[in-house]
């Protein structure tokens, strides 16, 4: 059997060819996996690859693909799909081409029964585009889901669609492994009733990451009492080793950095990237506090991990649950020196959205440096270092355009898919840029300000006859001087 499934970033690629793996070990199901990004659907050749293998397909699943280059050609190439068909947290157009069983998407509300509960479950999930279409469909499923699986006939279907979203936002290899089965006990001839359906393991919604920990850690304490422990187990180990003295780990750090990533990214295990750049900024005397957000917007984790205990008692239920209110900046209330947006996209919206207005409220409240941080997820490392361009211009628009409505300041691509492999790998170069940078912007914030030197650069342009070779020049120095 064959599955195709469609992303723009292909985070997932290596966990699912994983879960794809065991299922052959466990099971002794042949499936073959067709996975498709940015980087492979770019071409008349790409597309009609693409367009092959969906129509030799027994499934075909979507999700997080937006674009016009991308989304008119899915469009058809979906419609007219001989399977089913699942795409989610997508473009409307494409979400709409969803097909599980008696389950329809696109169906007319005239097609069903008026009074049946079903369509009016179904009409929820009807994209209405706009502002905060992922969240809202998000939010429906919590408690949905756990309703839907014990119900009869048609019902099911539905399940289906609640329970997918499930298994890809909390996307392990074991969750991946687990929603593979459920799609082929129910869709694919031959499997009914011989394969488990087992529920998502649900994964905290913020959690804070480090590249030895086993796991996440749910709240700021669970990390420390590790963090703790691990240190304690480091020294131990170097003393036993070393014949000079050792360095004391847990001497008071030079200074806090707050790194944020995306929830999908950390449970996929495709963090090689993150892991870098965690090290090369504990290597320079930093902590480092990596965490993810469970949707498109990183302020629930800011505020969880990221301030001072008695403002994030105030801010709770507040900053960003009621109605995304914004408050007033009274002063920084950050636990860290510097917040890096390791995602690459926007603060608040995520990949095709971004509210800068509420960002920029959010970030002044925390009133540190905000630096904006690219991992490659619409182009290969190689593409990107060989073409004259550089940066796609889905990259740009998405990774630099768009974090920059935010104040995100000094975009640096950290890491990248490569060619032939599913994993994205660490680009050491730029991450020792970045970590140097950090760490200046981190000793300048606790600089006293009397220690602080600035430079001023005046715009003269044309030369002699810009602000500074002309009269004007009175009103520029005049307007320098009252602004010192």
Known sequence: MRFIFLTMDGNHAAALRAAAGRLQREYAIPLELGLYDANSMRGDAAWARLAADVARADFVYGAMLFGEEFVRPLQTLLGNAPCPVCVITSNPALIRQTRLGKFELHARDSEARPSSPLLAWARKFRPKGGHGEGQRQLAMLRNLGKIMKHLPGKARDLHTYIAVHQYWMHCSEENLRRMLLLLIERYVPGYKGRLPIEDPIEYPEVALLHPDAPAPFGDMAAYQKWLASN????????????????????????????????????????TAHLHALHRALEARGLEVRMAYGAGLDFRPAIDKFFKTTDDRQRTTGHLWRS????PVAVGSSSEVDVLLNGAGF???????????????AALEALDVGYFDMIPLSFQRVEDWRHDDTGLAPIQVAMNVALPELDAAAEPLVFGGPTIGS??????????????????????????????????????????????????????VFTSLHTLM
Do not use: C, W
Request: charged fraction near 25%.
């Open 422 to 475: 599913d994993q994205f790998v660490a680009l050491p170069e730029q991450i020792e840029r970045a970590a140097d940078r950090i760490a200046r912007r981190v000793a300048l914030r606790r600089k006293p300000n009397a220690e602080k030197r600035l430079a001023v650069v005046l715009f003269n342009f044309p030369p002699t006859l810009g602000n500074i070779g002309t009269a004007a020049y009175l009103d």
């Open 323 to 326: 109605n995304h209110r914004l």
């Open 231 to 270: 240190r304690k187990v480091e020294v131990g180990e170097r003393s036993r080793k070393a014949t000079t003295a050792v360095p004391n780990s847990t001497a008071r750090p030079l200074g806090t950095v707050g790194l944020l990533s995306l929830r999908t990214v950390a449970l996929s295990g495709n």
């Open 346 to 360: 926007s603060l608040i919206g995520g990949m095709a959205e971004s509210r800068p207005d509420e960002a920029r």
